[in-house]
């Protein structure tokens, strides 16, 4: 594997930089961090538990909100847990739907013990075999910049992978009442479509 | 496996009724033979996106998407998808969202099949743990009623509903001689 020189919150940070409209699901954990680091917003809506869901509030989301672009943001564990939800992704095609997969090829929040990555499992293979027209795995600064522009603007699905260095960094703590997440955002949404 | 519901039956006609007057806009589901005239009514409609499903946990993601985003959904699945669906079914206690789920029952009124047994057999109780009211249909004249007043509490009430639909009113699992 080549060297990593991706670090996960300067990955989300960027991505997440001038971010417009964008709704965003994050999973559990460490990703859920990451995008509370890049800057709190009412269209973020934080996962704490129900790990594997995050790719399919995300479709659900995006089906919804055919105009609006939607990015899940989480991590490699969190994706393999829901892995089935790219083919469910991949049979509605929906063209706003971008999935960022920060893999650290660890279980981070339980002692990053090594995940299905770790091995060489493929998940942006996966993804690509579940019809995503576009499924990269990123590693440079020069692939993220690319990928940004992917995530918010072409026609999706989107699926990224950024190999990621397996850090520890400091936690940056979400709202975490999960009403206060869903009315704010619902409210948000409401406020952008007026 | 021949499996086959009675296609003459009006009962899923009449659940979809309820949900158009709902305004239910997405359905997820796992293809299922009870509820196969039904997924097909929804397939067919252009105001709904029907999202198939490859296990039902799935879906209790997909109808928080839908509702973050103001959408009405529903879930169609069979008993043995409600297992699939615990963990998940976290999310509609921990943010308040509401639910609407459609269970055809197996493992209970003549069933050939003991290994669906176990899980028919503790369905309600792991809906009730999970949060859910509960509803049951025996008879097909009371599919009407009931699921209507099931939409209602779903997506008036914002109260997570689940109506059981019995294996009897589905009709015996044909199994091949």
Known sequence: ?194 | MDEEADQTALWPDQIFGHLKRARVRQVGYVPDAGHSRLIQRCRDDPQIRDVVLTTEEEGVGLVCGAALAGERAALLMQSSGVGNCINAFSLLKNCGFSCLVLVTMRGEFAEFNSWQVPMASITEDCLRLSGFVLSRVEHEDEVDEIVGAACDMAFDGLTPIAVLLSQRLIGRKKWPK
């Open chain 1, 1 to 194: 594997m080549a060297e990593v020189i991706l670090h996960r919150r300067e990955v989300v940070r960027r991505v997440l930089d001038d971010r417009g409209d964008l709704l965003v699901v994050t999973g559990l954990g460490a990703p859920a961090y990451d995008v509370a680091a890049a800057g709190d917003h009412a269209l973020n809506f934080y996962l704490w538990g129900a790990m594997g869901s995050a790719a399919m509030i995300g479709l659900g989301l995006a089906l919804a909100k055919p105009k609006l672009r939607v990015l899940v943001v989480t991590g490699d564990g969190e994706m393999l847990m829901g892995i089935g939800s790219l083919a469910t992704i991949g049979v509605k095609q929906p063209g706003n739907l971008g999935i960022l997969v920060l893999d650290n090829r660890r279980y981070g929040e339980t002692g990053m013990q090594p995940s299905h990555t770790d091995s060489g499992v493929d998940i942006a293979a996966v993804a690509a075999a579940c019809r995503f027209p576009v499924a990269r795995r990123i590693s440079t600064l020069a692939e993220l910049d690319d990928a940004r522009g992917l995530l918010h603007s072409t026609q999706g699905p989107v699926f990224i992978q950024a190999v990621v260095e397996p850090e520890s960094v400091p936690r940056v703590l979400p709202p975490r009442d999960g009403n206060e997440i869903r009315l704010r955002f619902a409210q948000a949404l409401d406020r952008i479509e007026r």
